[in-house]
């Protein structure tokens, strides 16, 4: 068991049901993950990167069991979560916990952070109350903060909240869905930090989610670039970043707003055209193609998969 | 002249029997032509800043100080010639484009309103010119786009069309408040053209307001850092980028992940947290977050000249300076 | 440079104290209300029930401080002895209509789909016929009295309860720290009484409020049709229903039940709101 990931994916398909036209029309529905599939090793993290509605939320919510995959498996340290008997997945879930985006929305308002850092363990709180401790001082918080409530701390603390929320169990997987996203600039560092930290420490294997490369970059080794449901590019993050090889990853990185380029306005290379957000909504050929400049009429008619380039860098591309 | 020019611009919050400054004396300028960045966290008032110009300030707020734009006074202004010089002479793009458009209205008749209203166009004529406005901000199909909803848009086309609204009685001021923040990576990167076209076309100011130092570097010519209700630090962009002289500004550039990309270094973080504005203290207020805090800055620091277009409001200047460049 | 001085100790002392105004008025006006009720059950100035035709009409005196009626009863006494009844009216169909309501609300947001649907589309039927229709068909099953009277107006309650507890349930399912319960392996149950409860108490407790006052508004409709309270027990609402006929000659006999109503229904709802405050841990503890 201790050679097997940390966490398998293995070709999962989530749709989502969409409300239907009519009583006695077709169901519908909206295909979020089409077919991902990837594995994070012991002690590793991995970047899950794409646009709003790429699906990357859509694999974290999938793996922390909060939606049902519709095809395919998802395996926490060897075990498939989607086959495994209810009871036993309410103690296995210990193993896996997720740290969220606002740490505004996160907590409840009206529990104290003891009985928020607790939830995870399902026990009494008496017996919570050395691991919430120790929780809340490895993640630079007192234990007498227990007492207190969401509304008496800032946005860097409650992350840091519900960053022990996460470490209570002391899980093998930590899910983190744009964790420093909604922070300030000057508290971000802190919190990247600390998640790094925390990783050195504790042996921890990331399952990491966001819109900022270089964030992902500076947490995680390992990236996955998502587009429409599906797996466009992945490899080394620093291989990835210096050389992407899908237009898409190219065009994130180029887009990235840059300190480096500072020097009045910046002069523009190339005008950029204007499908910005266009995905083809035909099940056949490859997603970006609307968006692509350097798309190919096989582009439209056939789905590209992901094959191997140098340096374990994958891509899902015909033209590159 | 500046086209808008702020003077020692103060916004209270009133409580009965306390009240808070929110701003603290700020003054800027801002060209024809010209791009000037407010760069800060949540809290630093950029936004009040922003709002204080268009007189939008929400309720229980109170603007004192200067506001020049086009050498009137507007906060000497009723509501009533402000409603004129908003949305005429100065243009808003907001953060969020989802909330900034009416839901039940379609876009051509949104953006033909200020036409009706402030340039007395006539129902076809507005429309024909909200046409143009949609062409000249590169939506893909702008006929269509005419008799479409809000939600039948994308994001990104939805900023667009705030960006048009903004536009559409060719003001001379733009104000922009985050106008990326709620859009994806590459979509940021066409609205920020479009905005760089714009200003470039029409020769209006812009006024920009973000948190991400990125957008700040590459968009303005010149940028205010503000921290806590002041400002700390201003002057040529590229020059508080390569050479920031305020400890805060230094910290932040240190803390940016960006630094940190293709290397295995740890970013520098800046301990504690923003100050709330009820709990400000006396002096300047980064100090207690500041590595070179002394007692001098219990203080606060006045904004001092640093070379000859940049100035800083920090009592150890001659120290940083002494050491190497950040 | 302002700064915000720490006000001196015992200032901070005088503001805690005060902190809930609402609270502590209303809480002042329930308490004189159920002391009163609670009073009526061993003591009143004269029997509530005793007629005096010799007395009838007489203005607010000395001797009959709120003046007397019809009968020549003195009306303080019926108020009095009338609280028993409308509070208890009160007290029952908000009980009922909270308790079923709030848990069909927060049954329904949590199922979604269907379930949801279904419960809804009950609550509208439900929703459909009005206080005293439902009142009129359950006196016409099980006879008239202030037990039915009660029921029905419970039930009228559940819907708008369910309404509610539905809507503000389904705005806090959707916050992240329902999923971070979930992913911690809570049941839609545990959910719902551990966080979406305590999240949406504040708007029930204002509607238990407001459905206070309208159902003794409610009762003394069904009174005043016969299917309440039967006389000569006496009710508020009854009272006030009986004094319009003689609105021009006696006006104080409408004045003095409108305004126990009116100031119970108040007391009720500053009580209400305050305790929405205190309830509420950003405003019980200080910044």
Request: proline letters at 6%.
């Amino acid at each position: 068991m201790t050679d097997a990931p940390v966490l398998e994916l293995d070709d999962l398909v989530l749709d989502y049901p969409l409300k239907r036209e009519s009583l006695f029309a077709a169901p519908r529905s909206l295909r979020a993950v089409d077919g991902v599939s990837f594995a994070i090793p012991r002690g590793r993290a991995l970047g899950l990167v794409g646009e709003s509605g790429c699906g990357k939320t859509s694999v974290a919510k999938t793996v922390m069991g909060l939606e049902q995959p519709t095809a395919g498996h998802i395996r926490i340290l060897g075990r498939d979560i989607a086959a495994m008997p209810r009871g036993e997945l309410l103690g296995f879930r210990r193993h896996f916990q997720m740290v969220f985006q606002d740490p505004y929305g996160s907590l409840d308002p009206r529990h104290t952070i003891g009985r928020i850092v607790a939830e995870p363990m399902r026990t009494s709180m008496a017996k919570a109350r050395k691991p919430v401790g120790d929780a809340l001082e490895a993640v630079g918080l007192s234990a007498g903060d227990a007492k207190k409530y969401p509304h008496q701390f800032s946005g860097g603390q409650r992350q840091r909240i519900a960053i022990a929320r996460a470490l209570v169990t002391r899980p093998e997987l930590v899910v983190a869905d744009e964790p420093v996203s909604a922070l300030d600039l000057s508290v971000q560092a802190q919190v990247l930090n600390l998640l790094r930290e925390l990783r050195e420490t504790l042996g921890l294997t990331y399952l990491f989610i966001s819109h900022d490369l270089a964030v992902v970059e500076y947490v995680c080794e390992d990236i996955v670039v998502m587009f429409a449901g599906r797996i466009v590019e992945r490899g080394a993050t620093r291989t990835v970043l210096s050389a992407p090889a899908h237009p898409y990853t190219v065009a994130l990185r180029e887009a990235m707003p840059r300190i480096d380029r500072a020097g009045g306005r910046r002069r523009r290379a190339s005008r950029t055209d204007d499908k910005s957000d266009a995905t083809a909504d035909r099940a056949v050929g490859c997603p970006y193609r609307p968006r692509c400049a350097r798309a190919i009429e096989r582009c439209a008619t056939e789905t590209p998969k992901l094959r191997p380039l140098a340096n374990n860098q994958e891509v899902a591309c015909h033209v590159v | 002249m500046a086209l808008l020019d702020v003077q020692n611009l103060f916004i209270r919050i009133g409580r009965p029997g306390s009240t808070i400054d929110v701003v603290r004396g700020i003054s800027f300028s801002v060209g024809s032509g010209e791009i000037v960045g407010i760069l800060g966290e949540s809290g630093c008032g950029k936004s009040l800043t922003a709002f204080s110009v268009l007189g939008l300030l929400p309720q229980g707020l109170n603007a004192a100080g200067e506001i020049k734009f086009d050498g009137r006074d507007l906060l000497s202004l009723d509501e009533r010639d402000l409603c004129t010089l908003r949305g005429n002479r100065i243009g808003m793009i907001f953060q969020e484009p989802a909330t900034a458009l009416n839901p039940v209205q379609t876009v051509g008749d949104q953006i033909a309103e200020p036409l009706r209203l402030h340039a007395g166009m006539g129902k076809r004529e507005a429309r024909a010119e909200a046409l143009r406005l949609l062409e000249r901000i590169r939506l893909p199909n702008p006929r269509g786009a005419l008799d479409v909803y809000p939600h039948q848009m994308s994001g990104g086309q939805r900023q667009r069309v705030v960006i048009a609204m903004a536009l559409a009685c060719r003001p001379s001021l733009l104000i922009a408040d985050e106008p990326t923040t709620a859009l994806d990576t590459t979509v940021q990167r066409q609205i920020l053209d479009l905005l760089l076209d714009l200003v470039d076309e029409t020769k209006s100011g812009l006024l920009l307001i973000t948190h991400d130092i990125g957008v700040m570097a590459e968009m303005t010519e010149r940028v205010l850092v503000m921290y806590g209700g002041v400002i700390v630090e201003s002057g040529p962009t590229e020059k508080i980028i390569t050479d920031p002289a305020h400890p805060y500004t230094r910290a932040l550039l240190r803390a940016v992940p960006q630094r940190a990309l293709g290397s295995d270094t740890w970013l520098e973080s800046i301990p504690g947290t923003v100050p709330a504005p009820s709990e400000r203290l006396q002096g300047c207020l980064f100090r207690t977050r500041c590595s070179l805090a002394g007692p001098e800055c219990e203080i606060q620091p006045a904004l001092l000249p640093r070379g000859p277009d940049r100035v800083a409001a920090c009592w150890r200047l001659p120290q940083i300076e002494a050491s190497a460049p950040a | 440079m302002t700064t915000i001085a720490e006000p001196p100790a015992e200032v901070v002392r005088r503001i805690r104290l005060f902190r809930y105004p609402g609270l502590t008025v209303g809480g002042v006006i329930v308490t004189t209300v159920i002391g009163a009720t609670l009073l009526s059950l061993v003591w009143t100035p004269y029997s509530p029930l005793a007629m005096n035709m010799r007395q009838r009409f007489r203005g607010p005196s000395l001797e009959h401080v709120f003046g007397t009626d019809q009968f020549g009863r003195d009306v303080l006494s019926l108020l009095m002895a009338g609280a028993q009844n409308s509070l208890t009216v009160g007290i029952v169909a908000v009980a009922i209509g909270l308790v079923v309501g709030t848990a069909l609300g927060l049954f329904a947001a949590a199922r979604r789909g269907w379930v949801d649907e279904a419960v809804m589309r009950v609550c509208d039927f439900l929703f459909a016929f009005p206080a005293v229709l439902s009142a009129v068909m359950l006196a016409a099953a099980l006879g008239p009295g202030t037990g039915n009277a009660m029921l029905a107006i419970g039930l009228y309650n559940i819907p708008i309860f369910a309404r509610i507890a539905r809507g503000a349930a389904k705005g806090v399912w959707v916050r992240e720290f329902i999923y971070a319960a979930r992913t911690a392996g809570k049941g839609a149950i545990r959910i719902s009484l551990e966080h979406v409860l305590p999240n949406i108490l504040n708007i029930i407790v204002v509607q238990a409020t407001i459905s206070f006052a309208t159902a003794i508004l409610a009762e003394a409709a069904l009174s005043y049709l016969g299917l309440g309270t039967q006389p000569p027990a006496p009710s508020w609402g009854r009272m006030l229903h009986e004094s319009q006929v003689f609105l021009s000659r006696a006006p104080y006999l409408s004045i003095f039940p409108g305004l126990v109503i009116v100031l119970t229904v108040l007391g009720l709802n500053l009580l209400g709101d305050g305790m929405r405050d205190a309830l509420d841990p950003r405003h019980a503890q200080g910044r």
